[in-house]
């Protein structure tokens, strides 16, 4: 008997999409054998079909994100098109409960919907790669610290931030730095969000509606960004580091730059490493530090997330056919 096929649809094919897209590929035996269904890649939307080199030999492609996460046929929506209209997208795929993975942190933190839905734990929302890419934090605050009282969270958890602020200690300036981490496939689509703090706000919003089942819009984040502090950053040691508490039932959360001690553990971030802390009330304070920024890093976290989706979508199928 056949193995059942999960369809999925992607939404952007850039520097994370193309990389999810190749490694869902090449990883599509040992996927299957994970998951005892195969995962097909059915269509993918994109901006400019005709412009794109597409790793995507046997997808439908096309232009239209919103007819992707309508169409009943697709079971689970891989959005990494960091589009600000991606909430509705996702939104419109989870309504008809299909399940979504997302690297798009301004689509989850700046939607009321998403981030209610977050904070339920909703099975059908997965969004590791939206905060610290590779870095497994979501998980642990959704799964293994479920039971636990966290205390705060403290992070460097924006990577290009990260590589910019390392260039400059070296002497590079400020516009080749920004260069550098382009060319590499570090920045947002606006790496204007990356210095001002913005993207790090998002960020932290999503971890402290996951920490606390609490929806935490972005807008409830305090933000300042590096562009204060440049004059001083080849003295060494800046970082933009975000971090939140919770008192009582207020949750308090801020993205700033500072100047870290040596034996500060959010010291080792450098390049586009990303270190993030929890404090939490029988675990103590744990720290995970890894690749917070580029194709195969949020690639891998995307994957990672297809999985549980995918079991989601399992259940659906078979419950139809039961029925």
């Given at each position: 008997m056949?193995?059942?096929?999960?369809?999925?649809?992607?939404?952007?094919?850039?520097?994370v999409g193309a990389a999810f897209a190749r490694q869902l590929i090449a990883s599509e035996h040992h996927l299957a054998q994970r998951l005892g269904a195969r995962l097909h890649l059915a269509q993918v939307a994109v901006r400019h079909p005709r412009r794109a080199d597409l790793p995507v030999p046997s997808s439908t492609v096309h232009s239209d994100a919103a007819a992707l996460a309508s169409d009943p046929d697709i079971d689970v929506v891989v959005e990494a098109s960091g589009d600000p209209a991606a909430s509705e997208w996702l939104r419109t795929a989870m309504e008809r409960d299909a399940a979504v993975v997302t690297a798009n942190k301004q689509a989850v933190a700046?939607?009321?919907w998403l981030l209610r839905r977050l904070a339920r734990s909703d099975r059908r929302l997965w969004c590791e790669g939206a905060v610290a890419a590779a870095i497994p934090v979501i998980r642990a605050l959704r799964e293994s610290l479920s039971g636990e009282v966290i205390h705060g969270i403290r992070g460097v958890i924006n990577g290009t931030s990260?590589?910019?602020?390392?260039?400059?200690?070296?002497g590079v300036e400020l516009a080749a730095?920004?260069?550098?981490?382009?060319?590499?496939?570090y920045t947002e689509l606006d790496a204007g969000a990356d210095l001002d703090g913005t993207d790090a706000a998002a960020k932290l919003a999503i971890l402290c509606t996951v920490a606390w089942r609490t929806p935490t819009h972005f807008s409830?984040?305090?933000v300042a960004g590096v562009h204060p502090v440049l004059p001083l950053v080849r003295q060494g040691g800046?970082?933009?580091?975000a971090s939140a508490t919770r008192e009582g039932e207020r949750i308090v959360a801020a993205v700033r730059a500072e100047r870290l001690a040596d034996g500060d553990p959010l010291a080792a971030a450098s390049g586009v490493v990303n270190v993030v802390q929890v404090r939490a009330a029988?675990?103590?304070?744990?720290t995970w530090s890894g690749a917070g920024a580029g194709g195969n890093a949020t690639a891998s976290a995307l994957l990672g997330d297809v999985l549980p989706a995918a079991r989601h979508a399992l259940r659906r199928l078979r419950a139809r056919v039961a029925a």
């Amino acid at each position: 008997m056949a193995p059942p096929i999960v369809r999925l649809g992607l939404i952007g094919c850039g520097t994370v999409g193309a990389a999810f897209a190749r490694q869902l590929i090449a990883s599509e035996h040992h996927l299957a054998q994970r998951l005892g269904a195969r995962l097909h890649l059915a269509q993918v939307a994109v901006r400019h079909p005709r412009r794109a080199d597409l790793p995507v030999p046997s997808s439908t492609v096309h232009s239209d994100a919103a007819a992707l996460a309508s169409d009943p046929d697709i079971d689970v929506v891989v959005e990494a098109s960091g589009d600000p209209a991606a909430s509705e997208w996702l939104r419109t795929a989870m309504e008809r409960d299909a399940a979504v993975v997302t690297a798009n942190k301004q689509a989850v933190a700046r939607s009321p919907w998403l981030l209610r839905r977050l904070a339920r734990s909703d099975r059908r929302l997965w969004c590791e790669g939206a905060v610290a890419a590779a870095i497994p934090v979501i998980r642990a605050l959704r799964e293994s610290l479920s039971g636990e009282v966290i205390h705060g969270i403290r992070g460097v958890i924006n990577g290009t931030s990260t590589y910019v602020l390392s260039r400059l200690e070296q002497g590079v300036e400020l516009a080749a730095a920004l260069e550098e981490a382009r060319a590499r496939g570090y920045t947002e689509l606006d790496a204007g969000a990356d210095l001002d703090g913005t993207d790090a706000a998002a960020k932290l919003a999503i971890l402290c509606t996951v920490a606390w089942r609490t929806p935490t819009h972005f807008s409830l984040v305090g933000v300042a960004g590096v562009h204060p502090v440049l004059p001083l950053v080849r003295q060494g040691g800046w970082r933009l580091v975000a971090s939140a508490t919770r008192e009582g039932e207020r949750i308090v959360a801020a993205v700033r730059a500072e100047r870290l001690a040596d034996g500060d553990p959010l010291a080792a971030a450098s390049g586009v490493v990303n270190v993030v802390q929890v404090r939490a009330a029988l675990a103590g304070t744990l720290t995970w530090s890894g690749a917070g920024a580029g194709g195969n890093a949020t690639a891998s976290a995307l994957l990672g997330d297809v999985l549980p989706a995918a079991r989601h979508a399992l259940r659906r199928l078979r419950a139809r056919v039961a029925a």
